[in-house]
């Protein structure tokens, strides 16, 4: 399969059944994106013997959101950075591919944190003060953890993290509080705790069952590593590891996909045509609430719901460079916070002493409101304010950086933000309706992961779950819809130990 001639297309695209004719025997499968979760569902078919893909990449790389850039002489994350969830009673599959690959990670430690939290007007916190506000924080987290867990399953009593701090009577007001605050939710979400759901974030799964450990990754390979690793499984590469097959197209930005019972034809940016039987769009929910992709039939009405109801939060990870080093070095400094009475101002430092002695780059990351603001200035105005904190925690006399890198998901089309976040509002039914599949067309990305969105293994799995959905399909030709009444035919589908428990129905194709 592959790029049509375009005359062809156009005549074609008005009638699908025509475009059908041209179709070889066997189920062809585009796969809208090359990130981890497009990667992972088109290895999943690719095993399951399904050869027939094409993989339609909007950029000129694979790996989407798990992105190394080069700054200051060092490769730095821009994206994912964290294998999240080690040292668990589960093992996270993302934690085995980083140790296969012996990528170098380094377990992040925040216990010290409380010596390292810096005023807005000079100075350090003393310890006894910082650790009175973490332990009250962390009561007020055991307390929502107990009310999460006594909360009705259908999630329709659900609340904000937010709320169950005011039901404790613990907002966090002062400087002090808001950045411990911070530190433990929008840190984490990227978003505050006014908008996200207690009830699917605290407990986290991904620290529940694969453990509370977090490694960060410093390998000049980048963490995407594990991106090209995946795909040189089934993909032709040439000696150079360059992936070289056919089946992956990069630079074909997706535009508009057009759907029947009969197949799909998915219209790329440039003018070109590719038709297929199914058709996966692992885009990130963002993009799919940006319209960038236009559905023919538009998508139905509960489905259009769901995918925008759902959170895309921003977080950005700012780098500096410095001629030389003028924060604290050794164990235990790595991290420090800047509590400011503007609430997630410049609030989290992390020094790379440790993963590369000498570089003199520090790392700010700031998220949401803020992540919004700075993407619309000039980068020397981020870097000017970044120097502004700096001066208040380390005094007038350090030395202005001589770079800065700011990344921006955010506006970035292909992108629109940086992970999924659960926002309150949305029940477990609403979230399996922005999964579902509608006929031919699948999703899968992140934020469709049953326990894990938001993550590098939450965007890995759900490619497994979702291929396999497909494969199940396939294999008793058979399609699956959710949410509407069906016609003659219909019946429930069960896939024990899948992930398809939220698919109730299941019709038969016309072959
Ligand atoms: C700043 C940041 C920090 C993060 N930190 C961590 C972390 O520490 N640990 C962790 O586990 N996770 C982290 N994440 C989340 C993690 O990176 C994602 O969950 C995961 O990489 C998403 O993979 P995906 O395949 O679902 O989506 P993506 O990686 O977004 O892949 C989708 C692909 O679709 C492509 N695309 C978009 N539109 C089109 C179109 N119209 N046509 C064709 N192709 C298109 C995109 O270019 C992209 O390559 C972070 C993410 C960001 C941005």
């Not at 375009?6 to 179709?23: D, G, K, M």
């Not at 430690?109 to 506000?133: A, P, Q």
Request: hydrophobic share 40%.
């Amino acid at each position: 399969m592959g790029a049509i001639d375009v005359t062809v297309a156009l005549l074609l695209i008005s009638n699908v059944i025509i475009l059908r004719a041209f179709a070889v025997a066997g189920p062809k499968v585009i796969i809208v994106g090359a990130g981890m979760s497009g990667i992972s569902a088109a290895k999943t078919l690719s095993d399951a013997g399904i050869k027939d893909i094409l993989i339609l990449e909007a950029t000129d790389r694979i790996g989407g959101r798990m992105r190394k850039a080069s700054f200051a002489g060092l490769k730095v994350e821009v994206g994912a950075n964290w294998v999240e969830g080690v040292n668990g009673l589960e093992m996270n599959p993302i934690w085995e591919m980083a140790n296969k690959l012996h990528l170098r990670q380094f377990i992040s430690d925040f216990r010290n944190i409380s010596s390292n939290t810096y005023k807005d007007n000079g100075g350090v916190y003393l310890r006894s003060e910082v650790d009175k506000v973490i332990e009250e924080a962390d009561k007020v987290k055991s307390y929502g953890e107990k009310l999460s867990k006594s909360l009705p399953l259908g999630g329709h009593e659900d609340i904000s993290i937010l709320a169950s701090q005011r039901l404790k009577d613990h907002v966090p007001s002062t400087a002090l509080e808001m950045v411990v605050d911070y530190f433990n939710y929008d840190y984490e979400f990227a978003e505050p705790p006014r908008v996200t759901s207690l009830q699917n974030t605290v407990p986290l799964p991904t620290f529940a069952n694969f453990g509370k450990e977090a490694y960060f990754v410093a390998d000049q390979r980048g963490f995407e590593s594990l991106v090209y690793d995946l795909a040189a499984q089934f993909l032709r590469t040439a000696k150079n590891s360059s992936i070289v097959d056919p089946r992956l197209l990069l630079g074909k930005i997706v535009r508009e996909i057009r759907h029947a019972t009969s197949g799909v034809t998915v219209a790329t940016e440039d003018g070109s045509f590719y038709n297929a039987d199914y058709v996966i769009v692992s885009v990130s929910i963002g993009v799919l609430q940006s319209k960038l992709i236009k559905f023919k039939p538009d998508l139905p009405r509960w489905k259009k719901l769901a995918i925008c109801q759902f959170g895309m939060s921003v977080y950005t990870k700012i780098f500096l460079k410095f001629p030389h080093r003028f924060w604290p070095d050794g164990e235990w400094t790595q991290h420090f916070l800047y509590a400011s009475e503007r609430r997630g101002y410049y609030p989290v430092w992390q020094h790379f002493e440790k993963q590369n002695p000498g570089a003199n780059v520090l790392l700010v990351t700031v998220t949401d409101e803020e992540s919004r603001r700075i993407e619309q200035q000039p980068d020397s105005q981020t870097k000017a304010e970044a120097m502004e904190v700096l001066r208040n925690m380390f005094g007038k006399h350090i030395p202005e950086a001589t770079d800065v890198l700011v990344p921006k998901w955010w506006s970035d089309r292909f992108f629109k933000g940086s992970f999924s976040n659960w926002p309150l509002g949305v029940n477990q039914y609403e979230y399996d309706q922005m999964r579902a599949p509608i006929g031919r067309v699948y999703f899968t990305g992140e934020h469709t992961s049953k326990h894990y969105n938001g993550y590098v293994h939450g965007a890995y799995l759900a490619g497994i779950d979702l291929a396999n959905m497909m494969i199940k399909c396939i294999k008793y030709k058979t399609y699956l819809t959710h949410g509407i009444q069906l016609a003659n035919g219909s019946e429930y589908l069960n896939t024990p130990g899948g992930d398809s428990s939220m698919f109730r129905r299941l019709i038969f194709l016309p072959t």
